[in-house]
């Protein structure tokens, strides 16, 4: 006798590998393993830059420009991963020469390889006095 997965187990399991797939990927960026990061992404992927409106066609032109950075990474830390079916979202910070920039990734699965990213990246901010007392201090 056969047994037939429903289409929840299914998606339970594919959310689970892209997790790991996620996993491996983000660690592989932090130690600068720059082939074992780009093999989350499919060869004809599309990654986007909005804040300098630049966009990447291709796995192997983003593994390039990201080889070829001028300030490699001191610090990389995955705040949290989020995410169901075929899109997920990673928040993380990366130090670039003692300046952290807090990174949204939005990552778009078919297959199990990103088609389509979109990175976000922001400088830190002091906060403002004037809210302190509707507010608390997260750890940074």
Request: positive net charge.
């Amino acid at each position: 006798m056969k047994i037939r997965k429903n289409s929840r187990q299914r998606s339970f399991i594919q959310d689970k590998q892209i997790r790991k797939t996620l996993h491996a990927h983000w660690l592989a960026s932090a130690a600068g393993d720059i082939a074992a990061e780009h093999d989350i992404y499919d060869d004809n992927v599309i990654c986007d830059y909005p804040q300098s409106g630049e966009r990447i066609k291709g796995r192997s032109n983003l593994q390039a420009l990201r080889g070829h950075h001028p300030g490699k990474p001191s610090g990389f830390v995955v705040r949290r991963i989020v995410g169901r079916g075929n899109l997920w979202i990673t928040e993380y910070t990366i130090t670039y020469q003692g300046h952290p920039a807090y990174t949204v990734s939005m990552m778009e699965f078919q297959n199990n390889k990103v088609v389509h990213e979109t990175q976000y990246f922001a400088e830190p901010f002091e906060a403002p006095a004037w809210r302190s007392q509707w507010v608390q201090m997260m750890n940074k």
